[in-house]
Nanobody, 128 residues
């Protein structure tokens, strides 16, 4: 199993980025997937989640991404995406994708131990 993120970079406030996470060794369409981020001296925190049934969740109000970020799956490409619009400096972080192959509904999607597999992350830097 492997997860490889891409699409990070440097943008100005108000800009957009689209992160991708290429998966191998398992099927994205039958898995539960999430995006996390870790910036500065903060702990890694959940950002968005998509269930195998397509239901989406966003980590608001804490992360304040609802309405700006959209998580989606591309089953044809066996990948996960995070469209990020109206970025601000507080979004600066390293972004990680994660996979829960069991889709354990008894564990919160925000709990890192829910996910068995993680990518190495991609850096997003937003300047004001």
């Amino acid at each position: 199993v492997q997860l490889v993120e891409s699409g990070g970079g440097s943008v100005q406030a108000g800009g957009s980025l689209r992160l991708s996470c290429a998966a191998s060794g398992f099927t994205v369409s039958t898995s539960c997937m999430g995006w996390f981020r870790q910036g500065g001296d903060k702990e890694r925190a959940a950002v968005a989640f998509i269930h195998r049934n397509g239901a989406r969740s966003y980590a608001d109000p804490r992360e304040r991404v609802s309405g700006r970020f959209t998580i989606s799956k591309d089953n044809t490409m066996n990948s996960l995406s995070l469209q990020m619009d109206d970025l601000n400096p507080e979004d600066t972080a390293r972004y990680y994708c994660a996979a829960d192959l069991n889709c354990n509904n008894y564990v919160s999607w925000k709990a890192q131990h829910k996910y068995q597999h993680w990518g190495q992350g991609t850096q997003v830097t937003v300047s004001s």
